[in-house]
C-alpha cells in the first residue's frame, strides 16, 4: 500500500505511473467485484481517466491509490446500476433464479443449518487482494452465486451501503434483499469452510 504522498499545487498527474504502480491491484478489486474481465478493465480505464480529470481535487492527505480506489468503487456502483436498470429483474425472477442455483448447491453440501444466519462480512477487497490466496479461494466461492446476489453481498458487506441504497442500485425490495443476504452469507461460509479453514488445519 502507498504511503501518504503530499501534492504541490504545480504537480502534474503522471498516467504512466499510475498504471505501473496501481494497476494491477485496481484491475484486481474490479474483478473481485464484477466477475467479469472486461468490464474489469473498462472500469479501471474509466478510473484514470476520471482521476485526471479530479486531479486538482486530490488534497494529498491520504495515498494516490486510497484516493483511486474511491473513485473505482463509485465507478462499480454506478456500473450495478446501469446494468440492473438496463436488465430488470421482476421478483419472480429473481425467485426462480435462487430456486435454482441453491437447490443445486444445497443438495451438494447436504448440511446447511438455515435456522442460524452467518454473522456479517467484516473482511475488506484490500485484504482480500492483498492476500492473493484467500483472495483466490473467496473469489471461487463467490463466482457461483447468482449475479445479483453476488452484487448484493458485496455492496452490503464490502462497501457497507444501507439497505435502502443497495434496493435502489439492484431494483429489489427489501425482503428480497434480506433473502439474497442471508442466502449469500450461508453459501460463502460453508464453501470457505471447506476450502480455506479445513485446508489450512490440515
Known amino acids: 500500500m502507498s504511503t501518504a504522498q503530499s501534492k504541490s ?10 498504471l505501473d504502480q496501481h494497476g494491477d491491484y485496481l484491475f484486481k478489486y474490479a474483478l473481485f467485484r464484477l466477475r467479469d474481465t472486461t468490464a474489469a478493465e473498462d472500469m479501471v480505464q474509466e478510473t484514470f481517466l476520471a482521476a485526471l480529470k479530479a486531479y486538482e481535487k486530490f488534497e494529498g492527505r491520504g495515498s494516490q491509490r486510497t484516493w483511486l480506489v474511491g473513485i473505482l468503487k463509485h465507478k462499480v456502483i454506478d456500473h450495478f446500476r446501469r446494468l440492473n436498470r438496463e436488465v430488470p429483474l421482476g421478483e419472480s425472477d429473481e425467485a426462480s433464479e435462487h430456486h435454482e442455483f441453491f437447490e443445486r448447491t444445497d443438495q451438494w453440501t447436504g448440511h446447511w443449518n438455515l435456522n442460524h444466519a452467518p454473522t456479517d462480512w467484516h473482511a475488506s477487497p484490500a485484504e482480500l487482494i492483498e492476500r ?3 483472495w483466490k479461494v473467496f473469489n471461487d ?5 447468482p449475479r445479483r446476489t453476488a452484487s448484493a453481498f458485496t455492496l452490503r458487506e464490502i462497501d457497507g451501503l444501507k439497505s ?3 434496493c435502489d442500485i439492484l431494483g429489489v425490495t427489501v425482503n428480497n434483499l434480506w433473502v439474497m443476504l442471508h442466502r449469500a452469507r450461508l453459501h460463502l461460509r460453508n464453501c ?3 476450502n480455506w479453514f ?3 488445519e490440515r
Open 164 to 166: 435502502e441504497e443497495i
Open 192 to 194: 470457505l469452510e471447506i
Open 9 to 18: 499545487p504545480d504537480q502534474a498527474p503522471d498516467p504512466a505511473a499510475w
Open 198 to 200: 479445513k485446508r489450512i
Open 132 to 134: 492473493s490466496d484467500f
Open 141 to 145: 466461492c463467490v463466482a457461483p452465486l
